[in-house]
């Protein structure tokens, strides 16, 4: 499960993610992070059991979190199944099945937007 | 055996006893049969494509308006069509761009938009004559509400292409489409084995008056394509069919990030086994093409060439360039072209689509592709950059820097190491905001380090893109051993621009 950590500027300077592991004991890892001076997001892959516990922890302490249901959305009606999208993506997310429909293991994908921008037929959207 | 005739062929398309397989079934068929027995077995073998061809296009014809306009320059959504013909004829070429949207919108996705059955808004313009008093006109229409509405495609259905990847440091957005930086990725285009001319390479079945699956249609090859290339098996179609048949399915508009944008097409080509000879060249494999892989990191005509690949390896997924496994990704569909291939041979089976007798062969070898020519040199850093540059030593003061700058009456400063190498550069405005910081003393806390450079032969238009690129306004030019050799502004290069 992904979870998008809204960093503002009045939490930057906690040290929010270490605490949230410490106290929640699960095994985060951060899959992006892209946080400039006035905020940003970081992109935490959090285990499926412990969602729940990790989500509150990081409530508590007044972080805006969301979950990513679907973090990369592809609309089938648009997609010509080319497979352009599958070199560009770091995570190894999108492939071909054996009749050279292309598939995708949402769960890997850390929401970069390399897919959306590669895309010729403008079929992929990042999740929000 | 004496062979088969398009007569005897369509005689079986019409008694339904004709034997039909795809371009990815026949290579088994011949190696079990041998090229004689499959020529007896198998009448027609289809071949399909569904990529990205840029030269695409349709002719239209809008009706007489009342008044009656002769149109000047007309624009469908937005994206200028050519109108340089007859009142109210007018091309629309896929890769003309919208006014308004730009590379979002252009000719293919008007021309995917009318396939759908959409409305289009048609505004023209004219000057006005006795016969089409009329100068402006302003409708909304479908493509039921046009008479002719024709694709024309002037180059369709390449035998194969050259593979994409990018050895420069930086993100490349092209036709190929985004080219990580360091031979990040490499993308690819073309069916292999279901290719059309690949399956043909002589051109024994394919020529003007062939009948084909154009986007769910029945068209026909006009003739060579333009940049036809038999001689390095970059053969070319010229195509065209009725839009108003076509199948929105296979006539997709489509977006490169960064470069425009083109139609995506889909053809198939049935190639009638008329005898061995022609059963043998459809049992080409993937593993049989072979094609360049090129570094588009070099923007110039002739790229470097890495490697040669086959199909059957891009399609594998990775390639090895200089000893790294690299993925690869296709541009076109292969799914797509099988569904192409397919959907003939079914049309064939069913006795709804017949193939044609040649009416002329595309020329063979002894057609080349030549280079634009070019008149006047086209000139280069050399001829452009000013050679006398001052430099200052590294170590030295922001102070020092100042006064060389202030002296000098220019903007831009590169620093040199003892043994007189590039090392940084250094402009006025960084100065000021180093005196502004009160960080005075080392040049060396300031200068940028990563400095981008020319070289003296690189061609103006790059050394520009580059300027524009990083977003500054001069560069050093520098030798192998990166001594400076001069330096090249933007205001060099506008001032010769001017002139030209
Ligand atoms: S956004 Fe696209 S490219 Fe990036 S990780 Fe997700 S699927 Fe891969
Ligand atoms: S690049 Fe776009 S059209 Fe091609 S397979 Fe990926 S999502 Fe589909």
């Known amino acids: ?128 | 055996m004496a062979g088969k005739t398009i007569q005897d062929i369509n005689a079986k398309i019409k008694d339904g006893s004709v034997h039909v397989v795809t371009a990815e079934e026949m290579p088994d068929i011949v190696a079990e049969l041998g090229p004689d027995g499959a020529a007896k077995e198998i009448d027609i073998v289809t071949t399909g494509t569904f990529g990205a061809m840029c030269s695409s296009g349709a002719f239209l014809n809008l009706g007489h308006s009342d008044p009656p306009i002769k149109m000047q320059k007309v624009w469908l959504n937005d994206v200028e069509a050519y109108a340089g013909l007859a009142a109210i004829d007018a091309y629309i070429g896929a890769t003309q761009l919208s006014k308004s949207r730009g590379m979002e919108y252009g000719g293919a996705h008007v021309i995917e938009d009318l396939v759908a059955g959409k409305s289009i808004d048609i505004h023209a313009t004219a000057y006005g004559t006795d016969c089409y008093p009329r100068k402006v006109l302003d409708t909304t229409v479908t493509i039921d509400d046009i008479n002719q509405a024709t694709m024309f495609n002037p180059r369709n259905g390449y035998q194969k292409y050259n593979v994409a990847t990018n050895c420069s440091n930086r993100t490349l957005y092209t036709y190929m489409g985004t080219l990580l930086p360091d031979c990040g990725n490499v993308t690819y285009s073309g069916a292999g084995v279901l290719s059309p001319i690949s399956n043909d390479p002589t051109y024994q079945t394919i020529g003007v008056g062939s009948r084909i699956f154009l986007c769910g249609a029945q068209g026909y090859v006009t003739g060579q394509g333009t940049q036809h290339d038999p001689t390095n098996d970059f053969a070319t179609m010229m195509v065209q069919g009725d839009l108003k048949q076509m199948d929105k399915k296979f006539v997709r508009g489509a977006t490169f990030h960064g470069y425009g944008t083109s139609l995506y097409v889909g053809i198939g080509i049935p190639i009638p086994i008329l005898n061995a000879d022609i059963a043998k060249a459809t049992a080409v494999t993937d593993a049989d093409i072979t094609v360049d892989v090129l570094d588009y990191g070099v923007a110039r005509r002739s790229r470097p060439v890495l490697r040669q690949v086959t199909y059957e390896e891009l399609k594998s997924g990775m390639i090895d360039i200089n000893g790294r496994e690299i993925t690869t990704s296709p541009m076109s569909s292969f799914h797509d072209a099988r569904a192409i291939a397919g959907e003939l041979k079914d049309l064939i089976q069913k006795g709804t689509f017949y193939p044609t007798l040649l009416v002329e062969r595309l020329p063979g070898t002894g057609v080349v592709c030549k280079p634009m020519k070019q008149i006047g040199e086209q000139p280069t850093v050399a001829d452009v950059m000013a050679k006398r540059v001052i430099t200052i030593l590294q170590g030295q003061t922001v102070e020092n820097a100042a006064k060389v700058i202030m002296e000098g009456n220019f903007n831009h400063l590169p620093v040199v190491s003892d043994e007189d190498r590039l090392v940084g550069i250094i402009t006025a405005w960084d100065i000021a905001k180093a005196v502004a910081k009160n960080k005075r003393d080392k040049l060396d806390d300031i200068m940028t380090r990563a400095v981008v450079t020319a070289d003296t032969s690189e061609p103006i238009d790059i050394v520009a893109r580059r300027l524009e690129q990083h977003n500054i306004s001069a560069l050093p030019v520098v030798d192998k051993h990166r001594r400076v050799m001069g330096i090249i502004t933007s205001d060099d290069i506008s001032k010769l621009v001017a002139r030209r």
Do not use: Y
């Open chain 1, 1 to 128: 499960m992904k979870i998008t950590l809204h960093v503002t500027p009045d939490i930057t300077p906690r040290p929010l993610i270490a605490e949230v592991i410490l106290e929640t004991g699960a095994l985060l890892n951060i899959d992006r992070a892209d946080v400039k001076p006035k905020g940003g997001e970081v992109v935490i892959d959090v285990p499926h059991d412990e969602c729940d516990r990790v989500v509150a922890a990081f409530k508590k302490r007044g972080a805006t979190i969301t979950c990513l249901k679907l973090p990369i959305i592809k609309d089938d009606d648009e997609c010509v199944n080319c497979g352009a999208c599958i070199s560009v993506c770091p995570t190894g997310v999108i492939s071909f099945r054996d009749d050279w429909s292309v598939q995708m293991d949402v769960d890997k994908c850390v929401q970069c937007g390399a897919c959306v921008t590669m895309c010729p037929h403008g079929a992929l959207t990042v999740g929000k």
